[in-house]
């Protein structure tokens, strides 16, 4: 199990726990749950609090991971709409005549 691989560890380098004031996990439920996780194990171990940190990668991983499936679906859409405008030279002289309109920045479509 992973507490008594950590002490293990934690021995072989010659680290005491007691010393130890911090842990930087996953988030897993195997680290952090309220009852049988890693750090509560250890905090019984220790006999003092430890701060507990969320690894900044996992959270990036897990925001990309969320933000990529919408934003997935807008490229969808967008796709669709560049395709509608590209498909007829009516379509795409009124866009033409929008963004002329509106000052946009960007004026074409790729």
């Known amino acids: 199990d992973i507490y008594?691989?950590?002490m293990e560890a934690f021995l072989s380098q010659d680290i005491r726990?007691?010393?130890v004031v911090s842990v930087t996990s996953d988030g897993a439920p195997s680290m952090v749950g309220a009852t049988s996780g890693f750090i509560q194990f250890f905090v019984k171990e220790t006999k003092?609090?430890?701060?507990?940190?969320?690894?900044i990668l996992h959270q990036?991983?897990?925001c990309a991971s969320e933000s990529s499936k919408k934003f997935d679906n807008v490229l969808?859409?967008?796709t669709k709409m560049v395709n509608y405008?590209?498909?007829h030279a009516l379509n795409f002289q009124?866009?033409?005549a929008l963004v002329e309109e509106v000052q946009a920045?960007?004026?074409c479509l790729l």
């Open 4 to 6: 008594n691989a950590v």
């Open 17 to 19: 726990p007691e010393k």
């Open 48 to 55: 003092h609090e430890v701060i507990q940190f969320h690894c």
């Open 60 to 62: 990036a991983a897990l």
């Open 76 to 78: 969808k859409d967008v």
């Open 85 to 87: 405008i590209m498909a």
């Open 94 to 96: 009124q866009f033409q």
């Open 105 to 107: 920045q960007y004026n």
